[in-house]
């Protein structure tokens, strides 16, 4: 009966996430794209080339690029069934990307940011595969245990990437900029003063460590850096607009207006939030009647 009760739950709750995959793709159509000259204020789309100023490297495959995120999963075993445990995650949300469209240049300040972008690196453990030494590495560093030679638990190891030079699509909330300062320069020594501050302050440190084990491990470090970097965000878009040799800001407006970052073409990703809509609704509508018919028949029996 429980099982029962779950899957519909499930059921439910994809049948929503296909509405909301919906008015997704409804909105992508809707907005016209512009160019970053004639950009208006408001929610934008923009379609062009990602740059870095910053040198960004991800941390499982130590990848050059100008975004990345990545996740660390345990296939936990229940009975028959099992399911995938995230025992590591992390981005780099915290360092800007600039958006060129030819006509000018945009800075893009990722958080808060919906990302709909393929898996660039994928690879599950097994018997009888070795682990990279790469990813050796990175768990070593982490102090994550991953078993041995032998060992039937699996890991998986996920990581996606925005490349420089690759085109990238953004919807989001663009704000002016006038000033002759270089808006990303400033913006990277406000970041770096304040996270040596906080390296500097042992109490703060203290929170930082969230498992409360006495590292700082990768994890615990990048959710520091996402949350100061967010106050410093914050702090800016309230004071009066800085900028240098770009056009315009586009970060996450209000919190119920969309903000979407994806490396897929305009046309593949209309196709891609339309493939997960109607598979959330329909598949979703089916299993929970589906659960709802089985409930009823075990009802109709008593």
């Known amino acids: 009966m429980d099982v029962i009760l779950i899957f519909f739950g499930i059921g439910v709750w994809f049948f929503f996430w296909g509405f909301m995959r919906l008015r997704r ?9 512009s160019t970053v000259r004639s950009l208006a204020m408001g929610l934008v789309e923009l379609i062009g080339t990602a740059k870095k100023k910053n040198v960004v490297i991800s941390p499982l495959t130590k990848t050059e690029c100008t975004f990345y995120r990545y996740t660390v999963e345990r296939y936990h075993s229940s009975g028959r069934s099992g399911h995938w445990v995230t ?8 360092t800007p990307l600039w958006l060129d469209d030819g006509t000018g240049k945009a800075l893009i300040f990722l958080q808060g940011a919906e990302l709909i972008m393929p898996v660039n690196f994928e690879f599950t ?18 102090n994550i245990k991953y078993g041995t030679f032998f060992s039937s638990s699996k890991m998986r190891f996920r ?16 704000s002016a900029s006038s000033v002759e300062v270089d808006l990303m320069e400033t913006h990277k020594n406000k970041l770096i003063f304040r996270l040596e501050a906080l390296k ?20 615990e470090w990048d959710a520091a850096v996402k949350k100061t970097e967010q ?32 490396n897929y073409s305009q046309k593949d990703l209309v196709q891609n939030l339309t493939w997960q809509a109607v598979s959330g609704v329909f598949g979703g509508a089916a299993l929970s009647i589906l659960m709802l018919g089985i409930l009823l028949s075990r009802f109709m029996r008593r």
């Open 25 to 33: 793709k409804r909105k992508i159509e809707d907005i016209p794209t």
């Open 87 to 94: 025992i590591a995650k992390g981005d780099s949300y915290a």
């Open 125 to 142: 453990t097994g018997f009888g595969v070795n682990l990279p030494a790469n990813l050796e590495e990175f768990l070593r560093n982490n």
């Open 159 to 174: 990581e996606w990437h925005i490349f420089e030079g690759e085109k990238i699509y953004v919807m989001g909330t663009a």
């Open 200 to 219: 500097q302050d042992s109490k703060k440190m203290a929170e930082v460590d969230i498992d409360k084990d006495g590292k700082i491990s990768t994890e």
């Open 231 to 262: 106050g410093l965000l914050e702090e800016e878009l309230k004071a009066a607009p800085i900028q240098g040799q770009l056009d315009a800001v586009v970060s996450k407006g209000s919190s119920k207006e969309v903000f979407i970052i994806s």
